[in-house]
Protein backbone atom coordinates (compact mmCIF):
# COMPACT_ATOMS: atom_id res chain seq x y z
CA UNK A 1 0.00 0.00 0.00
CA UNK A 2 1.67 3.66 -1.20
CA UNK A 3 0.95 6.00 1.19
CA UNK A 4 1.17 10.23 0.47
CA UNK A 5 1.44 12.38 3.15
CA UNK A 6 1.34 16.17 2.13
CA UNK A 7 2.63 19.22 4.37
CA UNK A 8 3.44 22.71 4.24
CA UNK A 9 -0.29 24.32 3.58
CA UNK A 10 -1.12 27.27 5.60
CA UNK A 11 -2.64 30.92 5.58
CA UNK A 12 -0.46 33.03 3.59
CA UNK A 13 -1.09 36.99 2.25
CA UNK A 14 -1.14 37.62 -0.68
CA UNK A 15 1.40 38.06 -3.01
CA UNK A 16 2.92 35.09 -0.73
CA UNK A 17 4.98 32.18 -0.91
CA UNK A 18 4.40 28.07 0.29
CA UNK A 19 6.07 25.15 -0.24
CA UNK A 20 4.40 22.12 -0.22
CA UNK A 21 6.35 18.99 0.01
CA UNK A 22 4.55 15.02 -0.86
CA UNK A 23 6.48 12.39 1.13
CA UNK A 24 6.24 8.85 -0.36
CA UNK A 25 5.92 5.43 1.52
CA UNK A 26 7.83 4.31 -2.01
CA UNK A 27 10.38 4.90 -4.10
CA UNK A 28 8.83 7.81 -6.28
CA UNK A 29 11.04 6.71 -8.69
CA UNK A 30 8.48 3.91 -9.66
CA UNK A 31 5.71 6.55 -10.54
CA UNK A 32 5.39 7.23 -13.91
CA UNK A 33 3.75 10.83 -13.09
CA UNK A 34 3.71 12.82 -9.91
CA UNK A 35 1.45 15.63 -9.87
CA UNK A 36 -0.38 18.33 -7.44
CA UNK A 37 -4.24 18.76 -7.71
CA UNK A 38 -6.34 21.40 -6.10
CA UNK A 39 -10.12 21.67 -4.76
CA UNK A 40 -11.57 24.89 -4.20
CA UNK A 41 -15.16 24.60 -2.07
CA UNK A 42 -17.98 24.26 -4.82
CA UNK A 43 -15.12 23.37 -7.41
CA UNK A 44 -13.88 20.14 -9.34
CA UNK A 45 -10.40 18.91 -9.05
CA UNK A 46 -8.23 20.54 -10.96
CA UNK A 47 -4.50 19.91 -12.26
CA UNK A 48 -1.90 21.99 -10.76
CA UNK A 49 1.40 20.54 -11.94
CA UNK A 50 2.93 17.14 -12.79
CA UNK A 51 6.29 15.94 -13.18
CA UNK A 52 7.36 12.95 -15.02
CA UNK A 53 9.46 10.11 -13.81
CA UNK A 54 12.24 11.85 -16.20
CA UNK A 55 11.48 15.27 -14.46
CA UNK A 56 9.67 16.97 -17.26
CA UNK A 57 7.05 19.37 -15.88
CA UNK A 58 3.75 20.21 -16.77
CA UNK A 59 1.54 23.21 -15.18
CA UNK A 60 -1.68 24.63 -15.72
CA UNK A 61 -1.95 28.08 -17.28
CA UNK A 62 -3.15 29.48 -14.14
CA UNK A 63 -0.44 28.80 -12.17
CA UNK A 64 2.62 29.36 -15.24
CA UNK A 65 5.21 31.60 -14.21
CA UNK A 66 4.43 31.42 -10.16
CA UNK A 67 4.59 27.97 -9.41
CA UNK A 68 7.20 25.35 -9.75
CA UNK A 69 7.20 21.36 -9.33
CA UNK A 70 10.13 19.70 -8.51
CA UNK A 71 11.64 16.33 -6.95
CA UNK A 72 14.00 14.74 -5.01
CA UNK A 73 14.38 10.79 -5.47
CA UNK A 74 16.78 10.21 -2.58
CA UNK A 75 13.85 11.93 -0.40
CA UNK A 76 10.68 10.00 -2.11
CA UNK A 77 9.45 13.68 -2.07
CA UNK A 78 8.00 15.75 -4.46
CA UNK A 79 7.59 19.71 -3.85
CA UNK A 80 5.29 21.98 -4.97
CA UNK A 81 7.24 25.82 -4.65
CA UNK A 82 4.07 28.64 -4.69
CA UNK A 83 4.88 32.20 -5.36
CA UNK A 84 3.15 35.45 -5.69
CA UNK A 85 0.13 33.60 -4.26
CA UNK A 86 -3.79 35.00 -5.35
CA UNK A 87 -6.41 34.36 -3.35
CA UNK A 88 -8.24 31.90 -6.19
CA UNK A 89 -5.01 30.03 -5.34
CA UNK A 90 -7.17 28.92 -1.74
CA UNK A 91 -7.90 25.59 -2.18
CA UNK A 92 -7.03 22.33 -0.74
CA UNK A 93 -4.13 20.37 -2.15
CA UNK A 94 -3.39 16.89 -3.37
CA UNK A 95 -0.33 14.65 -4.05
CA UNK A 96 -1.22 12.25 -6.59
CA UNK A 97 1.06 9.38 -8.03
CA UNK A 98 0.54 7.17 -10.71
CA UNK A 99 1.71 4.20 -11.86
CA UNK A 100 1.51 2.08 -14.39
CA UNK A 101 2.19 -1.44 -14.16
CA UNK A 102 -0.13 -3.36 -16.58
CA UNK A 103 -3.17 -1.81 -15.09
CA UNK A 104 -3.13 1.88 -14.24
CA UNK A 105 -3.02 2.80 -10.50
CA UNK A 106 -3.60 6.13 -9.28
CA UNK A 107 -3.00 7.12 -5.40
CA UNK A 108 -3.76 10.23 -3.50
CA UNK A 109 -2.66 11.94 -0.19
CA UNK A 110 -5.08 13.08 2.38
CA UNK A 111 -4.84 16.69 1.16
CA UNK A 112 -3.16 20.52 2.67
CA UNK A 113 -5.23 23.39 3.04
CA UNK A 114 -3.86 26.68 1.42
CA UNK A 115 -5.35 29.84 2.33
CA UNK A 116 -4.34 32.96 0.91
CA UNK A 117 -5.54 36.28 2.28
CA UNK A 118 -6.37 39.89 0.76
Known amino acids: QVQLVESGGGLVQVGGSLRLSCGSSRSIFSFNVMGWYRQAPGKQRELVAS???????NYADSVKGRFTISRDNAKNTVYLQMNSLKPEDTAVYYC????????????WGQGAQVTVSS
Open 51 to 57: ITSGGRP
Open 96 to 107: KAVLVAGAVRDY
